[in-house]
T-cell receptor
Framework: SQELEQSPQSLIVQEGKNLTINCTSS?????LYWYKQKYGEGLIFLMMLQKGGEEKSHEKITAKLDEKKQQSSLHITASQPSHAGIYLCGAPRYTGGGNKLTFGTGTQLKVEL | KAGVTQTPRYLIKTRGQQVTLSCSPI?????VSWYQQTPGQGLQFLFE???????NKGNFPGRFSGRQFSNSRSEMNVSTLELGDSALYLC????????????FGPGTRLLVL
């Protein structure tokens, strides 16, 4: 089984609707990254959460980290076509002075007009 | 500031051949990480280089290797290519690793026939 599970796997919403993507870890979280990917392209950094209870917002996207539950959620308010893509959560594993990211299974978001 | 660049963007090889991919990090960044993304396994960590030394390694066979040059540019090599090596290879850079955000390049799409 995957260390990081995302739900839902895919999502179709109408423009203007709100949505939430969840990321649950089977191991202790030492922070959590959220990235967005257009199909077949590189990852675009969205947000990094470092402490339990931390919440960050950027434009219409808000992410929260619940370390006790080993979960993070990403919430998009009033979705737009530009929000479409694959959302990936990544858990850092700090070893040797470096950082290995373990990624979730991804959530594909489509926004219909 | 220019982002992470990867060359080539697309590559077609046949089984048994070898391939070299290149990654130039953001100016001033000294840590480069490599990831493989496939539909079946998702996004998986390959290795990380910092100051020309491999600092972390993922669970990939010895056919996958890498190196980093004094200007922080990195290359990864895959020898004796297999069909299953077809994937999007992504590299990411940070200034020094640790609790820093990894910024990703656009990726190299490798197809093995």
């Amino acid at each position: 089984s995957q260390e990081l599970e995302q739900s839902p796997q895919s999502l179709i919403v109408q423009e203007g609707k709100n949505l939430t993507i969840n990321c649950t870890s089977s191991k202790t979280l030492y922070g959590l990254y959220w990235y967005k990917q257009k199909y077949g392209e590189g990852l675009i950094f969205l947000m990094m959460l470092q402490k339990g209870g931390e919440e960050k917002s950027h434009e219409k996207i808000t992410a929260k980290l619940d370390e006790k539950k080993q979960q993070s959620s990403l919430h998009i308010t009033a979705s737009q076509p530009s929000h479409a893509g694959i959302y990936l959560c990544g858990a850092p594993r700090y070893t040797g002075g470096g950082n290995k990211l373990t990624f979730g299974t991804g959530t594909q978001l489509k926004v219909e007009l | 500031k220019a982002g992470v660049t990867q060359t080539p963007r697309y590559l077609i090889k046949t089984r048994g051949q070898q391939v070299t991919l290149s990654c130039s990090p953001i100016s001033g960044h000294r840590s480069v990480s490599w990831y493989q993304q496939t539909p079946g396994q998702g996004l998986q960590f390959l290795f990380e280089y910092f100051s020309e030394t491999q600092r972390n390694k993922g669970n990939f066979p010895g056919r996958f290797s890498g190196r980093q040059f004094s200007n922080s540019r990195s290359e990864m090599n895959v020898s004796t290519l297999e069909l299953g090596d077809s994937a999007l290879y992504l590299c990411a850079s940070t200034k020094a690793g640790g609790r820093e955000t990894q910024y990703f390049g656009p990726g190299t799409r490798l197809l093995v026939l």
